[in-house]
């Protein structure tokens, strides 16, 4: 199993940047993907981006694409979750869940759907004032 502890969540102000980060321990042998999902208050869970551990295949949800830039640490086992231009509908909790069940498919359909991951770490709360 793999455990996974998100941080760097703050709060913000329209156009500023911030990172989060996703630490990954345990069996990251039996790890495939990296998700990154948010719920704000009253909303559903929402994909925000995704990429695959090995090859460092990368996807993205709508509302973030060409903002949210995901991405590996160079000889860690941390996910980074750069995120510019943040906007007050960027205000939500974050999370960052792991795909470790072999022989599932990456799409860019599959990626977004939480059944799609089976370890999901504790969120961090990103707050974006106007």
């Known amino acids: 199993q793999v455990q996974l502890g998100a941080s760097g969540g703050g709060a913000v102000q329209t156009g500023d940047s911030l990172t989060l980060s996703c630490a990954v321990s345990g069996r990251t042998l039996s790890l495939f993907l990296i998700g990154w999902f948010r719920q704000g208050a009253g909303k559903d869970r929402e994909f925000v981006a995704a990429r695959t551990w090995n090859d460092g295949i990368s996807y993205y949800g709508d509302s973030v694409t060409g903002r949210f830039t995901t991405f590996r640490g160079r000889s860690t086992n941390t996910v980074y979750l750069q995120m510019n231009g943040l906007k007050p509908e960027d205000t939500a909790t974050y999370y960052c869940?792991?795909?470790?069940?072999?022989?599932?498919?990456?799409?860019?359909?599959?990626?977004?759907?939480?059944?799609?991951?089976?370890?999901w770490g504790p969120g961090t709360q990103v707050t974006v004032s106007a």
């Open positions: 869940a792991a795909s470790t069940l072999p022989g599932r498919a990456f799409t860019a359909t599959t990626v977004r759907r939480d059944s799609l991951y089976d370890t």
